[in-house]
């Protein structure tokens, strides 16, 4: 258990209460004609850019865990080093170095998994995000495990592929279903047989999160286990025949099953094993618990539940142990803001919509779910839409807004965080109209909450977990839009490379206590966890990185 907060010596803290305000997917980028951000109507946004201290935070690559500085970051991660105040490699990482070291094949799971299938002469499935994305999963993962199950024996190999179009291109499919088609072919012959043998677009099977629609999840077990479905010769011909008749984007694709001879290729039957490949754990709880789930699962009718051998990539939640088998060790992520501020006596709130909720609380306290204390912290849950984001851009946060101005208000809380999901799960969609509502709907916020600070006597940080809307559409060398062959600009539907606003709002006099440190690029988001104690009267712990103030 972690040691309480130190007071500092020459600051007591803000009076009032302490507001983390994250605006999810808001980035910093040139004034280009797909800035949403930029484009929108946000007075209030633009006010406290101008008039309020404001550096600028690193949220991708290395600065949040990830290999390299060529990887976007995402909500997860984001998440974790704001909670935590320290960066731990993450997941891509993890399993990369796993892979590269053998480690993963010399696991006790992985060496379970593959004695089970060629005991019974079963097949391996691999099931998960199809892309390089490197958010989600990376088809690297995929290949590796794919060619070492044929050196060890392995005879048959299944494919269920989620394709993409958000953390990569929105339409790039078949930029990874043909070179490995190709790759397959390479690998298949001498007893070996791999095939793909089902997919659909991730926003509509399989790939939910936060319970927020089983049925995507439903569909995917009839899909990936039971083989029903639309039938296709090709995962190519599946995506190319769904853009012809429905015009959607590749996450949105409707699902396919690959058949020969009018009959499946790759149903998951007894006695096969099953890997789902994700290594991000958002997105992977639920159907991993559609495998691990007993006869308690009721979540949906399962109709046939084959008896498998099931393993996740990692652990994706380790305090509900989901899924029972896992790969790679997830990173142990210790000494959170959460846990001390509780430890310190510190009342907290936490507060999104479904969309967000577990990054505020699960991703937040380091992949840990429940509460550091019952008695001070409380989180707070607004159901969000079951509707596509473009249709109602807005969300729920006027909701949210509606509830922390009322916990705000009631004087129960020191520290308070909030996610506001809009310009991250809107500018997923593509749509630079929507995504421009998005913001502006935010901004209207932002204007609610504010006052209710200052009249409180309180102090916000305002900050983002990553970049996306501030990109809505492909960009060349030189940050120009590409225009696509029917002359429109190319939508771009994954999280951007850029820094994002980190804004201290502070009309107290505390304000004269302190300085915001000069903005030279070195901050990142795990800066944040230690600016919050400090504006509390606290002292950081020496593991958490800098503080974004200096006390005078």
Not at 64 to 83: I, R, T, W
Not at 319 to 347: C, Q
Not at 455 to 480: P, S
Request: charged share 25%; glycine share 10%; hydrophobic share 40%.
């Amino acid at each position: 258990m972690s040691k309480s907060l130190k007071k500092l010596q020459h600051f007591s803290g803000v009076k009032g209460p302490v507001v983390t305000i994250v605006m999810d997917g808001v980035g910093l980028a040139p004034d280009t004609a797909g800035n949403a951000v930029s484009l929108a109507y946000t007075p209030c946004l633009d006010m406290l850019m101008k008039q309020y201290p404001t550096v600028s935070l690193k949220a991708h690559g290395t600065a949040v865990g990830l290999p390299s500085d060529d990887d976007m970051g995402n909500s997860e991660v984001g998440h974790n080093a704001l909670g935590a105040g320290q960066v731990f490699a993450q997941g891509a990482k993890l399993v990369s170095n796993s892979i590269e070291s053998g480690k993963m094949f010399a696991s006790a799971t992985w060496q379970e998994l593959v004695a089970n299938v060629k005991a019974t002469g079963g097949t391996l499935h691999f099931l998960g995000l199809f892309s390089d994305g490197n958010v989600h999963s990376h088809i690297d993962h995929l290949k590796a495990m794919v060619k070492e199950a044929k050196v060890e024996g392995v005879k048959t190999v299944r494919i269920h592929t989620l394709i993409d179009g958000r953390d990569v291109g929105e339409t790039s499919a078949l930029d990874y279903i043909e070179p490995f088609e190709a790759f397959l072919a390479d690998l298949n012959g001498e007893g070996f047989d791999a095939a793909i043998a089902s997919g659909g677009g991730r926003m509509t099977i399989t790939m939910d999160r936060y319970e927020a629609n089983w049925e995507m999840v439903e569909l995917g077990w009839k899909t990936h286990v039971l083989g029903e479905g639309r039938q296709f010769a090709s995962a190519a011909e599946a995506v190319t025949t769904y853009r012809a008749e429905t015009k959607v984007i590749d996450q949105d694709l409707p699902p396919f099953v690959i058949a020969k001879d009018g009959k499946p290729v790759g149903t998951v039957e007894d006695g096969d094993s099953v890997i789902f490949y994700n290594f991000r754990g958002d997105r992977s709880i639920e159907i991993s618990k559609a495998f691990d789930g007993g006869a308690e699962f009721d979540k949906f009718d399962r109709v046939r539940v084959p008896k498998v051998v099931y393993a996740g990539m990692l652990e994706y939640d380790g305090d509900l142990h989901i899924p029972k088998k896992y790969l790679v060790s997830p990173p142990e992520i210790t000494n959170t803001m959460s846990e001390y501020l509780a430890n310190t006596g510190i009342s907290q709130l936490a507060i999104s919509e479904t969309q967000k909720y577990g990054h505020v609380t699960y991703f937040w306290n380091g992949n840990k779910s429940g509460k550091f204390s019952e008695e001070l912290e409380t989180y707070i849950e607004v159901p969000s839409d079951v509707v596509p984001f473009e249709q109602r851009p807005w969300m729920k946060c006027a909701e949210i807004t509606d509830k922390l101005i009322e916990c705000l208000e009631s004087g129960k809380y020191r520290y308070l965080r909030v996610n506001f999901p809009n310009g991250d799960m809107v500018g997923h969609t593509g749509s630079l109209a929507a995504t421009r509502c998005s913001m502006e709907a935010l901004d209207l916020q932002l204007a609610r909450l504010l006052p209710v600070i200052d009249r409180l006597g309180g102090v916000a940080l305002i900050t983002a977990d990553h970049g996306n809307a501030d990109e809505m559409y492909e960009t060349d060398k030189k940050g120009e839009p590409k225009v696509g062959k029917d002359g429109a600009y190319k939508a771009k539907t994954s999280h951007t490379l850029n820094r994002v606003p980190c804004i201290i709002y502070d009309n107290t006099d505390a304000k004269n206590a302190y300085t915001v440190k000069a903005d030279e690029g070195a901050f990142g988001l795990s800066s944040v966890a230690a600016t919050m104690v400090n504006l509390m009267g606290f002292e950081a712990p020496d593991m958490w990185d800098d503080s974004i103030i200096e006390v005078k």
